[in-house]
């Protein structure tokens, strides 16, 4: 394995509360990586249909992105993958399951919000497991909080310690520009929506009479009264900390405006960790491997709406994937190859031949595959700790058009193998029940089924809380249990047993009268690498 390829490729997420800019950042980065030529090439991850004219409501109303995209560039000799996640809460899902595929993460913060609700969520699911975080205070062009309180606020919040890189020269509309920490250097504010500016001017001396040339006297004491009391307060960089996860560099920035993000980039490739080793079952698999390794961390049906497809979005972790060559599937013990295996770069899709440690490949697949697949050249392994959540609002799915059942199933299927939602059936009464943790997906799943399967769909709210699956050493008790229990029993697609609680009091009650029985809060103990984490 040449360790050059791996070193020169960085793969990281990208992740906020919903609306912090996100895309927009993705977006610019992209620019700088001549990607793309102008600003608004990209689509964002927001949800894409089928050509038709009309708009799905859920973003037309909110404007809010409802999966992970993938993107490549490169910049500087190296190899860059963006992972852009969906901020909302109610896709959360794949935005943790993103972060198992990622060395890094850049966090976005809107200066005039601060910390808000998802942003400390995040940061518990990257704390947990030592990920590595670059703060971009954005929105810097809005009359936002004041530095100072906003990275006290990251300090208690997030629970991590800052390094400011920049600091900003006023806000709003006041906004002068960054005065870069380290680098000495000033980088004076205009709008640059379009275009890669490069106006940055060096000065090595704060009280140089330059300063206050450039942005005034009054902003220029203020500088040179910021800049000595954040040397004060503040601990300075140090990137082992950093590649710990205990010490987030800060920058301050206008995604759309594409200011301070040349410098968020020029950093990020200086300082952030090239491809990890990751965990299975047994041991640690080092990027330096020879043999090829891999794993699932999303699906996703019909990405294009002119070819039916479903891709699978394989991480590789160690070796050289290598198209039209066999790779054994761990959990199918079969072996598949893949003859036109796609990469990601910039908003497109193309076909590639190899890809390395840190790449994203997208595989074709016609439905064997799951989230967590691992792929080998033989080794029997797992990778380890793919979140899956246990459902928490249920609905019975209705079908609204007769003619079209077959659509519905295939489509549901697809879908709920995606990871948008799970899905149970109930043999007392025979219908399909779909779980998810937010209510977005059911707006998601109603119109993908219809754009993308033609099928129309209802959902009948139903008073299920919590779904836990059931098992028991001994056969005859939970056979006892489930005709018992009828009306609280259903089955996964995988026809395991899965009890439907109404609440914590119901299932507490439950327990007592059937103290044999396990109950599991996700489907771990079917041998799937599947781990729970806590949602709180
Ligand atoms: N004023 C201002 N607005 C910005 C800036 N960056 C992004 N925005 C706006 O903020 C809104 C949200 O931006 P997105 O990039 O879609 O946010 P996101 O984080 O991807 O949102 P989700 O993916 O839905 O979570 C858009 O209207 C952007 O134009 C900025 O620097 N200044
Ligand atoms: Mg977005």
């Keep these: 394995m040449k360790p050059e390829e791996i070193n020169k ?39 894409r249909k ?89 929105k810097l062009d809005r009359e936002g909080q004041d530095p100072y309180h906003l990275l006290e606020e990251v300090e208690k919040e997030l629970n991590i310690h800052t390094a400011p890189m920049s600091w900003p020269i006023g806000m709003g509309k006041d906004f002068k520009g960054v005065y870069n920490l380290f680098e000495k250097k000033l980088q004076l504010f205009t709008s640059q ?92 698999v080092l990027p330096t491997e020879n043999n090829f390794t891999g794993f699932i961390f999303k699906i996703h049906a019909n990405l294009d709406p002119n070819h039916r497809d479903r891709i699978s979005f394989c991480r590789v972790v160690s070796g050289k994937f290598e198209s039209n060559k066999f790779y054994f599937h761990t959990r199918l013990n079969k072996k598949f190859r893949f003859p036109s295996p796609v990469g990601f770069m910039a908003n497109e899709k193309n076909i590639l031949e190899n890809a390395y440690p840190g790449d994203v490949v997208g595989l074709y697949d016609t439905g064997n595959f799951k989230i967590g697949d691992t792929f080998t050249e033989g080794e029997s392994l797992f990778f380890k700790g793919i979140p899956s959540f246990s459902p928490e609002i249920f609905k019975e799915l209705i079908n609204k058009d007769p003619f079209k059942s077959k659509q519905l199933e295939k489509g549901i299927r697809q879908l709920t193998d995606e990871g948008v939602a799970q899905l149970f059936s109930r043999p007392t009464d025979n219908i399909k029940i779909v779980g998810t943790v937010g209510e977005l997906q059911f707006e998601v799943i109603q119109f993908r089924l219809l ?43 995988d026809e395991h047993p899965v009890y439907m609680a109404k609440s914590e009091w119901f299932l507490t009650i439950t327990r007592q009268a059937f103290p044999e029985i396990e109950f599991h809060t996700t489907s771990e103990m079917k041998g799937d690498m599947v781990e729970e984490t806590s949602k709180k």
């Design 193 to 284: 929506k379009i275009k890669l500016s490069d106006d940055v001017i060096a000065i090595d001396d704060l009280h140089s009479p330059e300063l206050d040339k450039q942005i005034g006297e009054k902003d220029a004491a203020k500088l040179r009264e910021d800049a000595e009391m954040t040397a004060g307060i503040y601990e300075g960089f140090d990137n082992e900390l950093y590649r710990e996860g205990y010490l987030a560099p800060v920058f301050f920035g206008s995604a759309i405006n594409n200011f301070g993000v040349k410098e968020l980039l020029e950093t990020f490739i200086r300082i952030a960790p090239p491809p990890q080793s990751r965990m299975v079952d047994k041991r640690e």
């Design 50 to 138: 089928a050509a038709t004219s009309d708009f799905m409501e859920i973003e037309k109303q909110r404007g809010i992105s409802v999966a992970t995209s993938v993107m490549g560039f490169e910049y500087s000799g190296y190899k860059i993958n963006i992972l852009d996640t969906p901020g909302h809460k109610d896709f959360a899902e794949d935005t943790y399951r993103t972060l198992t595929a990622v060395d890094s993460v850049i966090l976005v913060i809107d200066c005039v919000k601060g910390v808000e609700e998802q942003t400390r969520k995040l940061m518990d699911v990257c704390r947990m497991r030592h990920t590595p975080v670059i703060i971009f205070i954005n």
């Design 9 to 47: 490729r960085r793969t990281f997420g990208i992740i906020s509360h919903p609306d912090a800019g996100k895309t927009t950042l993705t977006e610019k980065l992209l620019l700088f990586g001549g990607a793309i030529q102008t600003a608004g090439a990209v689509k964002s991850n927001k949800f």
């Design 451 to 493: 754009h993308e399967y033609g099928a129309s769909c209802a959902f009948n709210t139903l008073e299920y809380k919590k779904a836990y699956w059931v098992s028991c050493p001994d056969k005859k008790a939970l056979e006892n249990f489930i005709s018992r229990e009828q009306r609280y029993i259903t089955y996964d697609k």
